[in-house]
């Protein structure tokens, strides 16, 4: 496990970054790699979400241009949209350079802007980011995509506090078969397992709020909660700190990489699913480890 530091943005010679990504590293542009101005900044860390007035972070969806999870007023609300659809589009372009051989296939996923100081959150377990965890989603199952994540720090001061742990290989080879990988496969593959799985679609494409997930995604929903949950990996599993600094900027997979954020605040982010098939090496992705140990398939 490692951070890649790149320096200067863009390099002089293009470098395929896919396997140190994929081999559960992390990319880090220690000042912030594309234009993103000081006054959208300053914006974001001065409006006031004291008051209840905000969800656990404040999300955008560039498809359809919207921003949830939080209630400001309209002009207000109107100039975040605009600031977190410029970050959303400078991330893409510039992630786009840096990988684009995931770029033609990748899915833009949701951003996020993160405006509360992660020390001492009150979150219920499975929300809190300072226990380490594997990233999945509970309503956008991936079917065995992959969640790669930018994050830029934007606060002017503060380093935004992370740990990092061996990759998802290392951590399922020692925990998934504990947390149920077998039985959870099994399941998804029985006979009422895949009735269940196409009535799920069905609804879903007769428009009823159903998320089918395949076994994988069931799977990866349990461990992140099971990795929060479990004191012995918790206190036990090697541990990598990181401070990223004020303006930097790093990308990794946050389903390869268990992480969890101990103090910051004011960081964005944009989420891409990235397509299993465009990886320099598929033998990586989470769902290719899962298969081989439980010896099913999971989607
Ligand atoms: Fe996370």
């Not at 900044?41 to 972070?57: M, Q, T, Y």
């Not at 400001?72 to 410029?86: D, N, V």
């Not at 268990?258 to 299993?276: C, D, Y």
Request: charged share 20%.
């Amino acid at each position: 496990m490692q951070f890649v530091t790149i320096d200067s943005w863009p390099t002089t010679k293009p470098v395929d970054y896919r396997p140190e990504l994929e081999d559960g590293n992390v990319l880090f542009f220690p000042s912030t790699p594309f234009a993103f101005p000081e006054k959208s900044k300053e914006f974001l860390r001065n409006i006031n979400f004291a008051g209840g007035s905000i969800h656990k972070n404040v999300a955008y969806r560039p498809a359809s241009d919207r921003v949830t999870g939080v209630e400001l007023e309209a002009s207000k609300s109107e100039r975040l949209r605009a600031i977190l659809r410029e970050y959303s589009q400078a991330v893409v372009q510039f992630t786009a350079q840096v990988l684009p051989q995931y770029a033609p296939y990748w899915k833009l996923d949701y951003a996020s802007f993160r405006p509360l100081e992660e020390e001492n959150r009150h979150l219920p377990v499975n929300k809190r980011n300072d226990l380490i965890h594997t990233d999945a989603f509970p309503s956008r199952p991936t079917n065995g995509d992959l969640i790669m994540r930018v994050f830029t720090n934007i606060h002017p001061t503060k380093t935004r506090n992370w740990i990092i742990t061996d990759p998802f290989c290392i951590v399922a080879e020692r925990y998934a078969r504990d947390a149920g990988l077998g039985k959870i496969a099994e399941g998804a593959n029985s006979g009422s397992g895949r009735i269940l799985h196409s009535s799920a679609r069905l609804l879903k494409s007769m428009g009823l709020p159903v998320v089918p997930r395949s076994a994988y995604d069931r799977f990866m929903l349990h461990f992140h909660e099971y990795l929060k949950r479990n004191g012995d990996f918790q206190k036990n599993t090697p541990k990598y700190s990181f401070n990223f600094p004020p303006g930097a900027t790093w990308i990794t997979f946050t389903d390869i990489v268990p992480h969890s954020v101990l103090s910051g605040q004011h960081a964005l982010e944009q989420t891409f699913i990235i397509a299993r098939h465009s990886m320099a090496n598929p033998a990586n992705a989470p769902i290719a480890i899962l298969e081989q140990l439980c010896g099913e398939p999971m989607v």
